[in-house]
């Protein structure tokens, strides 16, 4: 699992470690080539992501083709180049929940 953590401040759980854990317990594994976006803070409310073109490009160039991402960063896409969304598969979640049957496949 590749995460990217943009900041870390507590309680504040990341949405990729919430992924690793769900995953261990169930025993699927995440799609290949996936990143996964996002903190969880502790209401359960689900941090928007910052700097998106710059991290779309980061997930770019280090080889991701899947990337979670929170549905409250979608109005932010409008600055990304054109080229990253269509390249990469943007997936989208609302809920710590949705981001784990996303990535997991359930």
């Not at 504040?12 to 025993?27: C, M, P, Q, V």
């Not at 990469?88 to 710590?96: D, I, M, R, S």
Request: aromatic fraction near 8%; proline fraction near 5%; charge should be negative.
């Amino acid at each position: 699992i590749y995460t990217l953590s943009l900041h870390d401040a507590l309680p504040i759980w990341s949405a990729a470690r919430l992924i690793a854990s769900e995953s261990l317990k169930s025993g699927r594994a995440l799609m290949p080539n996936t990143i996964v976006l996002g903190h969880v803070n502790e209401d359960n409310s689900i941090e928007k992501i910052e700097n998106i073109p710059e991290v779309l490009k980061s997930c770019y160039e280090n080889g991701m083709k899947n990337v979670l991402l929170p549905f409250s960063s979608a109005a932010d896409l409008l600055y990304a180049p054109q080229e990253l969304l269509t390249t990469l598969n943007l997936l989208f979640y609302k809920t710590h929940r949705e981001a784990i049957e996303i990535a997991l496949n359930f």
